[in-house]
Nanobody
């Protein structure tokens, strides 16, 4: 089992930045191949944001956040980060990270074997 714990969410104003963290824990955390970030706003489907491979250079981004969001990983700490800049009210959602155990299409939520509980991000106008 792999446990994922997100942190860093909160209430911010338009134009602000936030950095989300997701720490992988558990004896089998070394089986994680990639970590990804998704978000889900009320009444909307879950949306892929970004993913990064644990020991590789591959990082994938959704076109909707490319250039504004940046994903990074500290493999020694088994932690993935999502730096979010120039936030707008449209970014308000619950942000969750997922762990994939093999190379795959990281934009597909079904490719992730484990999920965290999520962290709320609210951007006020």
């Amino acid at each position: 089992q792999v446990q994922l714990a997100e942190s860093g969410g909160g209430l911010v104003q338009t134009g602000s930045s936030l950095r989300l963290s997701c720490a992988a824990e558990g004896r089998t955390r070394f089986s994680v191949f990639a970590l990804g970030w998704f978000r889900q706003a009320p009444g909307k489907e879950r949306e892929f944001l970004a993913a990064i491979e644990r020991f590789g250079s591959r990082a994938d981004y959704s076109d909707s956040v490319k250039g504004r969001f940046s994903i990074s990983i500290n493999s020694a700490k088994d932690t993935v980060y999502l730096q979010m800049n120039n936030l707008t009210p449209e970014d308000t959602a619950i942000y969750s990270c997922g762990a994939a155990l093999r190379p795959s299409d990281y934009f597909k939520a079904e490719e992730y074997a484990y999920w965290g509980q999520g962290t709320q991000v609210t951007v006020s106008s």
